[in-house]
């Protein structure tokens, strides 16, 4: 008889290989947070992919992907959901890697240098929601099933999974984000006339970012245009415009020195000094600018809170804001949460 020395060999390899595996070996996943288009302008603010089944003390690395700030957080059931200065009290992150058991607070803190690295352990079967405390339409679902059961993907398979995601983000494939931004006014209209589509108010008006929410099985994702719609805007003496928000992530327009703290709603009392500021009949901020030297703060402009059964009604917020120039000049702005990305405008007043 003739022996297959090949044969023999590979045989030998499996019994070594099925060997040294042991059962219950755990395992470290991967998986992404955020994700940006080329010049940081387009952010998608999403665990990427946002459900993992893995097994009870396997680990999860997630790898923060964009230069928009993160975290990676996990808070017991039944407790308020921290701000993201709060964390995990009292040290607000925790040491990386972590170990989240279902009853302690894990807490990344917030990251914005892609390539950097946060790693969670999971000793305890259960699900268990992850949150980015910065966004709060950024969730995932971890399933922790027990050793003695089998899991349904694999790696290769989260990685099709979070780049599908990321894509469908990113490249907005329905144009529905590009769309948002054709609503500034003028365009493609009477260069010198009021929007007609807001004619009521005889002001131009600047989109201020643009965004759309998706959602899947484990959680919402969304992805934020940061930036103005138009980034000039040529007006005269006298004239008025709006800044108006169509994104899912809050922004601020602001003239002239940044407001200490900066995330802050919208506070006319801080807002500027020496400015007038004063809230018109429909609820939006409206200050008066008289020179460029002027600095005035919208606050944070965002859309209406979504309500939730047992949380207070907290009114619609201001989504809308407005300045009248009265002088000739150059006003440059910035949104003081997202300059860093590149979300700046200018208003030209002609005489
Ligand atoms: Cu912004």
């Given at each position: 008889m003739r022996i297959d020395l090949r044969r023999v060999a590979t045989c030998a390899a499996l019994i070594l290989m099925v060997g040294i595996v042991p059962a219950a070996r755990a395992d470290t996943w991967q998986a992404r947070v955020g994700a940006q288009g080329f010049d940081k302008g387009v952010q998608v603010l999403a665990f990427l992919p946002n459900e993992i089944w893995i097994h009870q003390g396997d680990s999860i690395t997630w790898t923060f992907a964009a230069d928009e700030k993160h975290s990676v957080t996990f808070i017991p059931l039944n407790t308020p959901r921290p701000t993201f200065k709060t964390?995990?009290?009292?040290?607000?992150t925790t040491p990386n890697p972590a170990t989240f058991d279902g009853t302690n607070c894990v807490n990344s803190g917030l990251i914005n240098t892609p390539g950097t690295t946060y790693t969670v352990t999971f000793p305890n079967p259960g699900n268990y929601a992850v949150l980015c405390l910065l966004h709060v339409n950024q969730t995932g679902t971890i399933h922790v099933l027990s050793s003695a059961q089998p899991i349904p993907h694999d790696q290769e398979f989260y990685d099709r999974q979070a780049a599908i995601e990321e894509r469908d983000l990113l490249y907005d494939r329905d144009g529905g984000v590009a769309a948002k931004l054709r609503?500034?006014?003028p365009r493609d209209r009477d260069?010198?006339?009021?929007d007609s589509s807001h004619a009521m108010h005889g002001m131009k008006i600047v989109v201020t970012g643009a965004g759309e929410l998706a959602v899947t099985p484990g959680g919402a994702q969304s992805v934020s245009?940061?930036?103005?719609?138009?980034e000039t805007i040529t007006i005269h003496a006298g004239q008025t415009v709006e800044w108006a928000s169509s994104d899912v992530s809050g922004h601020s327009v602001t003239f002239g020195q940044e407001p200490p703290?900066?995330?802050?709603?919208?506070?006319p009392a801080t807002a500027s000094s020496g400015v007038l500021l004063t809230h018109d009949s429909d609820g939006a901020l409206h200050a008066v600018l008289t020179s460029t030297a002027d600095s005035v703060y919208s606050g944070r402009i965002s859309p209406q809170n979504q309500e939730r059964a047992?949380?207070?009604?907290?009114?619609?917020?201001?989504t809308r804001f407005r300045v009248s120039f009265t002088t000739a000049g150059t006003y440059p702005y910035v949104c003081s949460y997202h300059d860093e990305l590149g979300m700046k405008g200018e208003v030209i007043v002609l005489p």
């Amino acid at each position: 008889m003739r022996i297959d020395l090949r044969r023999v060999a590979t045989c030998a390899a499996l019994i070594l290989m099925v060997g040294i595996v042991p059962a219950a070996r755990a395992d470290t996943w991967q998986a992404r947070v955020g994700a940006q288009g080329f010049d940081k302008g387009v952010q998608v603010l999403a665990f990427l992919p946002n459900e993992i089944w893995i097994h009870q003390g396997d680990s999860i690395t997630w790898t923060f992907a964009a230069d928009e700030k993160h975290s990676v957080t996990f808070i017991p059931l039944n407790t308020p959901r921290p701000t993201f200065k709060t964390g995990c009290p009292p040290s607000v992150t925790t040491p990386n890697p972590a170990t989240f058991d279902g009853t302690n607070c894990v807490n990344s803190g917030l990251i914005n240098t892609p390539g950097t690295t946060y790693t969670v352990t999971f000793p305890n079967p259960g699900n268990y929601a992850v949150l980015c405390l910065l966004h709060v339409n950024q969730t995932g679902t971890i399933h922790v099933l027990s050793s003695a059961q089998p899991i349904p993907h694999d790696q290769e398979f989260y990685d099709r999974q979070a780049a599908i995601e990321e894509r469908d983000l990113l490249y907005d494939r329905d144009g529905g984000v590009a769309a948002k931004l054709r609503q500034d006014s003028p365009r493609d209209r009477d260069e010198d006339g009021d929007d007609s589509s807001h004619a009521m108010h005889g002001m131009k008006i600047v989109v201020t970012g643009a965004g759309e929410l998706a959602v899947t099985p484990g959680g919402a994702q969304s992805v934020s245009k940061m930036r103005f719609g138009r980034e000039t805007i040529t007006i005269h003496a006298g004239q008025t415009v709006e800044w108006a928000s169509s994104d899912v992530s809050g922004h601020s327009v602001t003239f002239g020195q940044e407001p200490p703290g900066g995330f802050g709603p919208l506070d006319p009392a801080t807002a500027s000094s020496g400015v007038l500021l004063t809230h018109d009949s429909d609820g939006a901020l409206h200050a008066v600018l008289t020179s460029t030297a002027d600095s005035v703060y919208s606050g944070r402009i965002s859309p209406q809170n979504q309500e939730r059964a047992g949380s207070n009604e907290q009114g619609p917020g201001a989504t809308r804001f407005r300045v009248s120039f009265t002088t000739a000049g150059t006003y440059p702005y910035v949104c003081s949460y997202h300059d860093e990305l590149g979300m700046k405008g200018e208003v030209i007043v002609l005489p």
